[in-house]
């Protein structure tokens, strides 16, 4: 039993660190200060930083993403082209609805939530490490709903990471597509890299009566 455990625990962890590599690999860049991260998104104390995860858990950034979705799948082509013409001159409007046009069929039915997955994972951070508020427990249960969530959702390491560059993209307003060819290297590299958490965490890992 104790052996099973041990072998449970060491598989959430690499289940969640590889989330967290996902943010790596959408930013094309080194994480900046985790305390920047916290600050960013109004965490001060650790009733800010379960309502930030509550919300990223419940709602999160998907909200935007999946309404523009639904709107622009309603409308034909031309539709969606006259519309996008239509915002200019807001470029960040613009961006964002070349963004979800391009993925409009790329993505499963909880578009980027994968977005919001890894960011909950990464700053459910404790009062002891990563210069979060929250106990070890209350980090641990978010990170739990997390990745059940994330394996809800996406079929997959590929699709989850899909979904994460797509949700970058979205909130960053980058419709480059050398963005992604950019990736390309470093998301293969991450499938078969004896040193990456996504080459040691199988996607199917079963975690639904692990507490």
């Not at 041990?6 to 200060?33: L, P």
């Not at 006259?82 to 499963?108: C, F, G, M, T, W």
């Amino acid at each position: 039993m104790f052996t099973f455990k041990r072998k449970k625990e060491k598989q959430f962890h690499f289940f969640t660190y590889s989330m967290h590599s996902a943010i790596a690999i959408g930013a094309d860049t080194v994480y900046i200060e985790i305390k920047d991260n916290y600050s960013k998104r109004g965490i001060r104390d650790a009733a800010s930083q379960k309502e930030r995860l509550s919300w990223m858990l419940n709602e999160g950034e998907r909200k935007e993403f999946a309404r523009l979705h639904h709107f622009l799948s309603a409308l034909s082509e031309s539709g969606r082209a006259e519309y996008i013409n239509s915002l200019e001159p807001d470029q960040d409007r613009v961006a964002k609805a070349k963004v979800v046009h391009y993925y409009l069929r790329r993505l499963p039915a909880e578009g980027i939530a994968a977005y919001d997955y890894a960011w909950a994972t990464y700053l459910s951070g404790t009062r002891w490490e990563n210069g979060g508020y929250i106990s070890k427990e209350e980090a641990r249960q978010f990170k739990l709903q997390a990745v059940r969530q994330a394996q809800q959702a996406y079929n997959s390491w590929s699709e989850f990471i899909t979904g994460y560059i797509a949700g970058y993209q979205f909130m960053t307003a980058q419709t480059s597509l050398d963005y992604l060819r950019q990736n390309d290297w470093n998301f293969s590299r991450s499938f078969v890299s004896k040193h990456c958490f996504l080459s040691k965490s199988n996607w199917h890992t079963d975690f639904s009566n692990f507490s």
